[in-house]
């Protein structure tokens, strides 16, 4: 299984819903990363969870919230979100954190949000 | 200046046609890697490179430390090879964080 799998697809939501968007993996990868991207631009990346600990937020606010449970799964909770935060959310997952700039990604192929 | 820059950033190329996507890079780098994104979101890693040549299928990518470049060929180009190349850059001091470039867009009409 060389699967990242992400649900939902598609997300639409209101600015006071709270939702969350989830991301599985059964590779045994052990660095997972959350990225934003915007149509026609590069993923921004987000968080990277090291062996099920936070290991990077690049200065996110915190209206994005995650979360790694256990090595297979990674969830973003979302609150209060803006208009601007519309964009796609992909997961992504690599075998080692110690030389991940040597690992392939794997990608998910990502939620749509839509806040409105 | 962007730290990665890619291009051309737009490239339509008729079915059959060898295609060229370059990546230049301004910093020191440890691992490049080469990525696809097809309409609707998916990203797949087509290489990941730190020095000369790779091959998979129809897939060529090649990085010149010295000149800080790469590029991506693509031979006997399809109509199913339409989408975005992206190349990102990985270094000691960044770890996890890689640095993309913007993107090329690609569409082989038939």
């Known amino acids: 299984d060389t699967e990242v799998t992400q649900t939902p697809k598609h997300l639409v939501m209101g600015m006071t819903n709270k939702k969350s968007l989830k991301c599985e993996q059964h590779?045994?990868?052990?660095?997972m990363y959350w990225y934003k991207q915007k149509a026609k631009k590069p993923p921004e990346l987000m968080f990277v969870?090291?062996?099920?600990?936070?290991?990077i937020n690049e200065s996110v606010p915190s209206r994005f919230s995650p979360e790694c449970p256990n090595s297979s799964l990674l969830n973003l909770h979302l609150h209060a979100l803006q208009p601007e935060d519309s964009a796609l959310y992909l997961c992504a997952s690599s075998q080692d954190p110690a030389g991940s700039q040597f690992e392939k990604l794997f990608f998910g192929s990502g939620t749509q949000l839509s806040v409105l | 200046k962007n730290e990665v820059e890619q291009s051309p950033q737009n490239l339509t190329a008729q079915e059959g046609e060898f295609i060229t996507i370059n990546c230049s890079y301004s910093v020191g780098i440890s691992a490049l890697h080469w990525l696809q994104q097809h309409p609707g979101g998916g990203i797949v890693s087509l290489f990941m490179l730190s020095s000369g040549k790779k091959k998979h299928g129809r897939l060529i990518a090649t990085i010149n430390i010295q000149e800080k470049h790469s590029s991506l060929h693509i031979t006997a180009s399809h109509p199913r090879d339409s989408a975005v190349y992206i190349c990102?850059?990985?270094?000691?001091?960044?770890?996890?964080?890689?640095?993309f470039g913007e993107g090329t867009q690609l569409t082989v009409n038939p």
């Open positions: 969870y090291s062996y099920e600990k936070l290991s």
């Open positions: 590779m045994g990868h052990r660095a």
């Open positions: 990102a850059v990985g270094s000691q001091t960044s770890g996890s964080r890689l640095t």
